[in-house]
């Protein structure tokens, strides 16, 4: 849980503090605090640098047991993510040690040059996110995460941001949900299986939830869906989510390509590609996590969240290449490559979606190209939008959350690339070159005259490695991002 906090260090609720601490600049305001940072630099092997980590035990003067202090660099490059990664690694070393609470000090946001609530807010994230543990199938789980972690800062700032802590936990514990989802094996999470979890969760929160089965896909003519359906032994499923306030202000509908593996079929994946494909549902999560913390938040606007699930395999009864199959919408779609499926399916929950619930906007998030990992590696998502406002709203909103998005182009001559000899339209490319524009065009083909953003997250969706606030598996990437751009709507 986390808490906001004006203690002085008499009376921590904590026993152990963690302070960040700038190379040459002070952060933090005269007091004990800022003693305890001299006392740290007194010592050769501590200079502030990003980092750089000391512990001190029972200092003089000071009611603390201990102190972590911290280095988070030069004052004038920390920004809110470098706030983000101090919490979370002092939250991993707490974590590490078996405590149960730690109390974090928020340096001073004018020294900084920082806004307080942005200031706090970073620090509750990196903490929250980086107090999560996936150890579901471990029979031994060796880590605990921390049951409260404290903010101390002004009488002022406590007060004022009473609410900020359980807004921050809310849409922090949603994107561990949509992590644990991602990492989750695919044997445990058939669209069946994922669907039942989704569903679960959904109707605690008080959503309206909707699974559709094999049955339903196919009385509402879903072809494309299905042909990527076909190969497997686990049947498909879309879940619909609906947040419908009264009186909402507009309607978003927000898609997730939930690919609960991704063999390549026919077009099979060699291995090395194979490897990491049970995160190709990295999208529904994203979009199943917003939901529950739209249901929690209260947003005005309405918010219908879309997950077509399905499971991309390889048997007698799969797609070939060269299949003509008929879309949602009525288009003829010929199958150039069984491994560009996510926009199959992407495709047919979306023009479903604008017939249903006629949204404001559809905003889309999925693995959806290995290209645009090549273009713009393993941080950053792709963005495309014809809608120049949403495509700014998405990249402002990942500034915010550093979930960072990097616009790429949708020109209406790469259109071309998309014929088809025999069909409406080719679900790939004819060129080798610019398969992330390719797929995105295919997906423009299916939204009309909807506004469209296409967040193409198959990079930052997973991590090998993890990071200072994420361990390593699914990194929950889009659910704050997609929880700050349902904020910028509003206003
Ligand atoms: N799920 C993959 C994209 C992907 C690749 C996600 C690597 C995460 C990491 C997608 O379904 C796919 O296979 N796309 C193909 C498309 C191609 C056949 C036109 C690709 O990117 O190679
Ligand atoms: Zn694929
Ligand atoms: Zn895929």
């Known amino acids: 849980m986390l808490k906001l906090t004006a203690a002085n260090l008499r009376n921590l609720p904590a026993e152990t503090l963690a302070v960040p601490v700038c190379e040459e600049a002070p952060i933090h305001p005269r007091g004990p605090v800022a003693s305890l940072v001299r006392r740290a630099l007194g010592y050769e092997e501590f200079t502030g640098k990003s980092g750089n980590e000391l512990h001190l035990y029972d200092p003089p003067r000071c009611h603390v047991r201990r102190v972590i202090v911290l280095g988070i660099g030069p004052k004038d490059k920390v920004d809110a993510e ?3 990664s101090f919490a979370g690694k002092a939250v991993k070393t707490a974590i590490e040690w078996r405590l149960e609470s730690l109390c974090l000090e928020a340096p001073s946001p004018q020294k900084l040059g920082l806004d307080i609530r942005a200031l706090l807010k970073a620090l509750m994230e990196g903490a929250c996110l980086a107090n999560h543990i996936y150890d579901r199938f471990k029979s031994d789980p060796k880590k605990k995460p921390l049951q409260t972690i404290y903010f101390r800062t002004s009488p002022g700032a406590a007060e004022a941001f009473s609410t900020l802590p359980e807004t921050v936990q809310t849409v922090c514990e949603a994107a561990c949900l949509a992590r644990e989802w991602v990492s989750d094996p695919s044997n ?12 679960k969760r959904a109707e605690s929160a008080g959503l309206r939830v909707e699974v559709q089965e094999e049955e339903t896909l196919k009385k509402n003519k879903m072809g494309a869906l299905l042909a990527v359906a ?7 499923a879309m879940v619909l989510l609906d947040y419908a306030p009264k009186n909402p202000e ?7 390509k939930g690919i609960t593996f991704d063999t390549g079929g026919y077009n099979l994946k060699p291995s ?11 999208g529904a999560a994203a979009v199943a996590g917003t939901l529950l913390a739209a249901a929690r938040l209260k947003p005005k606007i309405r918010v219908v969240g879309a997950l077509p699930m399905v499971e991309n395999m390889v048997s007698g009864a799969a797609t070939r290449p060269g299949d003509i199959i008929s879309a949602y919408t009525g288009k003829t779609v010929e199958i150039g490559n069984t491994d560009a499926e996510g926009r199959l399916v992407l495709a047919d929950a ?15 998030m999925a693995t959806l190209t290995g290209a645009c990992l090549v273009a713009l590696g393993e941080k950053i998502a792709g963005v495309f939008s014809r809608d120049d ?9 990942g500034d915010e959350t550093h979930e960072r998005c990097w616009r790429l182009p949708l020109p209406d001559d790469y259109k071309e690339l998309l014929e088809s000899k025999f069909a409406d339209i080719r679900n790939i490319g004819s060129s080798r070159w610019g398969g992330a524009i390719a797929a995105a065009l295919f997906l423009s083909e299916f939204v009309g005259e909807t506004p469209w953003v296409h967040i193409d997250i198959a990079g930052p969706a997973y991590t090998k490695k993890g990071g200072d606030y994420c361990g390593p598996g699914g990194t929950g990437f889009g659910v704050r ?11």
Do not use: F, H, Q
Not at 389 to 397: N, S, Y
């Open 250 to 256: 507009k309607t978003v509908a927000l898609v997730g």
């Open 389 to 397: 406002r949403l495509a700014e709203i998405v990249i402002a909103a």
């Open 188 to 199: 445990e999470k058939t669209p069946a299986l994922l669907a039942a979890a989704v569903k």
């Open 350 to 364: 979306m023009a479903y979606v604008i017939d249903r619930y006629r949204p404001d906007m559809v905003l889309d």
């Open 481 to 491: 991002l997609l929880w700050e751009v349902l904020d910028r709507l509003r206003s």
């Open 272 to 282: 090395n590609s194979l490897d990491g494909m049970k995160a190709d549902m990295a």
């Open 230 to 236: 076909a190969g497997s032994e686990n049947p498909p």
């Open 82 to 84: 470098a706030l983000r």
